[in-house]
């Protein structure tokens, strides 16, 4: 592994530290504190890890943009590579009917990680404006060259990790695909997740594709980057005040994961003792743990308890 990479995990704190086991395990006060502490530490250090993303995403742009966002062939054609969007979108188009409830064309859709705006251009279709942010400024200037003709598609040169473009609460829709996969640094995937939570509109989604599989070669670069357990996603989400609506994939490449920026005024009549529970914790023990906890906790009005609340789907 490039000594560059090493330990950058989580901002140089073993990743095993930060694995956190159980959202309510006796050190969770504790594990918070060290997270937020590795926060500020990998800080000092992004801006070379950015410069590294920015060098190595714009060769590959100029190399082969489409090779190296849809790895399939080397030599593809336009229609080859369009049409490999849709399937891909199917599983971020099953959840628009989570959305908030307002016609297309009054929707704005942010993708993370565009690259030269395959799944944009798919989408354009869906929302009143479509914007994307990219750490590669040649990725942007392709995308832009092929969406000419999309006048509500935007395009956004990325920090690394942050949204500072965007207003507050401004979209209904954040997703991506096979980007979180590359980014090799955790601390920069838990910052676009704060970034998405406060751009999104009360109510709003993210659909996001992460990696949850361990790695397998010892290697953390720009291209093999960091992978998240479905369980440390899902702490940081009761931390950060999301709702976890679904997890698919735990443990592969392709966890799929789906939250929502909390409506307080909309979901306040969906939640309750009386609703269906459906847990979503891949651990058929936690589940049925978090499932009695939290809701004998409910019932007692334990704010810890309400925050489980947010750990399960509630149908
Ligand atoms: C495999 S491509 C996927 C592009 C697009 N999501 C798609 O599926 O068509 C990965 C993209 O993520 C971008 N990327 C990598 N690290 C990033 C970061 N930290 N912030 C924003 N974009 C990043 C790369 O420049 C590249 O365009």
Known sequence: MDPFWRGAGFGGIPAAVM?????????EQCENVLRRAARKVVRLGESEIVKRMRRDWDARALENAKYYVNCQRWEQGDDEFNDSA???????RRDYPLLPPVAAKERRFLELGCGIGRLMLSLAGDCGEIHGVDVSPEMIRLGKERLAAVTHARFHLSHGSTLSQ????????????????????????FGYLDESFRILKPGGLIVAQLNGAPPAEDRLDTWVGVWLPEETLFSYAIDRGWRVLSSEGAR?????????????????????????????????????RLYHRGWAGWLRGDSRARLAGRFLQLD
């Open 19 to 27: 694995n956190v086991s159980s959202p309510f395990a006796g050190a």
């Open 166 to 189: 965007f207003e507050d609460a401004s979209f209904d829709l954040v997703y991506s695909f096979a980007v979180f996969q590359h980014i090799p640094d955790r601390d920069l995937v």
């Open 252 to 288: 592969t490449q392709y966890l799929w994961l789906t939250m929502k920026k909390p409506d307080i005024r909309a979901d306040r009549n969906s939640i309750g003792p009386d609703v269906t529970v459906k847990a979503i914790l891949g651990a058929q023990r936690e589940r049925e």
């Open 86 to 92: 849709p399937d891909i979108l199917a599983r971020v």
